[in-house]
């Protein structure tokens, strides 16, 4: 049987790098999905390849994470669409600029702990609620290898992926009475967008020099692909990890591990 049957997900972030090779692999493995982002003409594409795999049950909605009566309604929508909700992939985040602390433009930092904290924060006030009324399910987060290190000039993006851990854990030790499983997947570096803007970013004369110096902090010499990450998400969605709340789960090729 397919590992996501008769389950609901939502997913935010869902029409980036790993949120869409996410929602494709959660659709393929029988779930109903919802895609949460900020622009349709992105959602439509990234629906479209999650239908190919995932028959009728993928839909979308336009929805800013950092706004309450937004989260609310994309978890209200996902009730009225499909009658529940089993898990939910906080995902959604922005990496802000790469600068010091003594020069990060301050509307810049609030906006990115807005998206990757507040946005998490929401996700979670709304989620649970209605997973706890299917009995349980899971809640993952997506944190980042920043969400335990640090790295200069990512102050608030490292800032924010700490939080979310701590969030993780709370909303772990507050849903386990429910059944709700709520942990971390803390990527490396992985090919998506974020990762090109975090190249131009560190050095725009040089992006080229700036991934090959990512792929080498890489104990496999590489970066890791977006499907990589999402098949650690649908074990962790799954009930598969029946037994699994409250942790990080590094998927880092053991970069953290040096
Ligand atoms: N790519 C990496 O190397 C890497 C590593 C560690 C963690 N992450 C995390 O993975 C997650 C997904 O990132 P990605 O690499 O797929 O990048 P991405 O930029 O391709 O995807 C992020 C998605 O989030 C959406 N988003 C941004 N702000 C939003 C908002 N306010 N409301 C709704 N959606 C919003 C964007 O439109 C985008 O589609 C992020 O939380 C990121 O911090 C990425």
Known sequence: MARLEGKVAMITGGAGGIGRAAGKLFAAEGAKVLLVDLDQAALD????????????????????????????????????????????LLNAGIEGRVLPITDYPIDLFDQVIAVNVRGVWLGLK????????????????????????????????????HAVVGMMRTAALEGAANGIRVNTVNPSPIETRMMRSLEKGNNPDDPEAVRAEFAAGSPFGRYGDPEEVAKLMLFLASDDSSYITGSVHMIDSGRHAR
């Open 126 to 161: 709304y989620a649970m609620p209605a997973i706890a009324r299917r009995g349980g399910g899971s809640i993952v987060i997506t944190s980042s290898i920043a969400g335990v290190r640090g790295r200069p000039g990512l102050s608030a993006y490292v800032s924010s992926k």
């Open 45 to 88: 594409a990234a629906a479209q390849e999650a239908l190919e795999v995932g028959g009728d049950g993928v839909s979308t909605t336009v929805a800013d994470v950092s706004q309450p009566d937004q989260v609310e309604g994309t978890v209200d929508l996902a009730l009225e669409r499909y009658g529940g909700l089993d898990i939910a």
